[in-house]
């Protein structure tokens, strides 16, 4: 950035009405309240129920871990409910795949609805964005998520070497088994749905709240005030695969708000101060939500704790 464009972004951070960027959390709070009743509702065909208060501790622990290692926070969610509520790990795993793939489905549809309305200008980001893109230089390959991958594999491999040796192969044989339909389970757990109501309407206000994360974060600055609903879908579906691209949409965030508020009449500058607020509200809320929800996860299951 020059100078003069480090100079509007600080300017933009002194000047923003943060009573419309605090909304940004608080709606992401509410999602996490939903995202946390849905998940139970696909565990109960499986035959557990866990607690709504340890499931929500999961599930904002989920976002805290996924900022320092990807998909790190879906094995941690995963992992509370079976330590605390005896979910078994292969079943909740299988549930969480089926939650991310309904979450595709969404985010799609959405994006398929922004074409429909919105073709020129989708067409306009692509093409400057996509296809004419250069890549931009970088100082080496990332290897973080096969770094992940390779100590999750190695993990796995020690455990099967483990049981092998000390049980034989019939009983890895008949474990592998085991944990194969239990992920089965969980991943046919929709099929079985005791609410199918109650879980539409919880995977609708999700993604409802998502949007009025950023919607109503626009006035927050008078550049942005004047957006309408059609921009902030866009900028839900671009930022949503911004925040996939890099742990927590680090540096990734910003730079696909900046780039399409630039289809709606924001100067590129502003657009990144912009996504930079937003992002960093967001951040916030993930790193205090988590660090509380650490401890209170702790507090609230220390008589189990201290009997185990």
């Given at each position: 950035?020059?100078?003069?464009?480090k100079?509007?972004?600080?300017?933009?951070?002194?000047?923003?009405?943060?009573?419309?960027?605090?909304?940004?959390?608080?709606?992401?709070?509410?999602?996490?309240?939903?995202?946390?009743?849905?998940?139970?509702?696909?565990?109960?065909?499986?035959?557990?129920k866990?607690?709504?208060?340890?499931?929500?501790?999961?599930?904002?622990?989920?976002?805290?871990?996924n900022?320092?290692?990807p998909?790190?926070?879906?094995?941690?969610?995963?992992?509370?409910?079976?330590?605390?509520?005896?979910?078994?790990?292969?079943?909740?795993l299988?549930?969480?795949?089926?939650?991310?793939?309904?979450?595709?489905?969404?985010?799609?549809?959405?994006?398929?609805?922004?074409?429909?309305?919105?073709?020129?200008?989708?067409?306009?980001?692509?093409?400057?964005?996509?296809?004419?893109?250069?890549?931009?230089?970088t100082?080496?390959?990332?290897?973080?998520?096969?770094?992940?991958?390779?100590?999750?594999?190695?993990?796995?491999?020690?455990?099967?070497?483990?049981?092998q040796?000390?049980y034989?192969?019939?009983?890895?044989?008949?474990?592998?088994?085991?944990?194969?339909?239990?992920?089965?389970?969980?991943?046919?757990?929709?099929?079985?749905?005791?609410s199918?109501?109650?879980?539409?309407?919880h995977?609708?206000?999700i993604?409802l709240?998502?949007?009025?994360?950023?919607?109503?974060?626009f006035p927050?600055?008078?550049?942005?005030?004047?957006?309408?609903?059609?921009?902030?879908?866009?900028?839900?579906f671009?930022?949503?695969?911004?925040i996939?691209?890099?742990?927590?949409?680090i540096?990734?965030?910003?730079?696909?708000?900046?780039?399409?508020?630039?289809?709606?009449?924001?100067?590129?500058t502003?657009g990144?101060?912009?996504?930079?607020?937003?992002?960093?509200?967001?951040?916030?809320?993930?790193?205090?939500?988590g660090?509380?929800?650490?401890?209170?996860?702790a507090i609230?299951?220390?008589?189990?704790?201290?009997?185990?």
């Amino acid at each position: 950035m020059s100078d003069s464009d480090k100079q509007l972004t600080i300017d933009a951070f002194k000047r923003a009405d943060y009573f419309w960027i605090i909304l940004a959390p608080c709606m992401g709070l509410v999602s996490n309240f939903s995202r946390a009743q849905r998940w139970r509702l696909l565990l109960e065909p499986t035959g557990f129920k866990p607690g709504f208060a340890n499931t929500w501790f999961s599930v904002m622990m989920m976002y805290f871990f996924n900022l320092f290692f990807p998909r790190l926070g879906e094995v941690t969610r995963c992992s509370i409910l079976a330590r605390y509520e005896n979910v078994p790990l292969d079943k909740s795993l299988g549930t969480m795949v089926v939650e991310r793939l309904v979450d595709l489905i969404t985010i799609m549809l959405i994006g398929s609805t922004l074409l429909f309305i919105e073709r020129d200008r989708l067409l306009t980001f692509f093409q400057d964005n996509v296809l004419n893109k250069q890549p931009a230089p970088t100082s080496g390959p990332d290897f973080t998520k096969w770094i992940v991958l390779v100590l999750i594999a190695a993990l796995a491999a020690g455990a099967a070497v483990y049981i092998q040796r000390k049980y034989g192969f019939g009983k890895l044989k008949a474990i592998l088994a085991e944990r194969l339909m239990g992920f089965a389970e969980g991943l046919k757990s929709i099929r079985n749905l005791r609410s199918p109501g109650q879980f539409i309407f919880h995977s609708v206000f999700i993604w409802l709240c998502y949007f009025l994360m950023i919607y109503w974060s626009f006035p927050a600055l008078p550049e942005t005030a004047g957006m309408g609903v059609m921009a902030g879908a866009a900028c839900l579906f671009f930022g949503g695969f911004a925040i996939v691209a890099t742990p927590g949409g680090i540096g990734a965030y910003p730079i696909a708000i900046s780039k399409v508020l630039l289809l709606y009449g924001v100067g590129e500058t502003l657009g990144y101060a912009f996504g930079s607020i937003v992002w960093a509200a967001q951040m916030a809320s993930i790193l205090i939500g988590g660090t509380i929800s650490l401890i209170l996860l702790a507090i609230l299951n220390k008589e189990k704790a201290l009997k185990d």
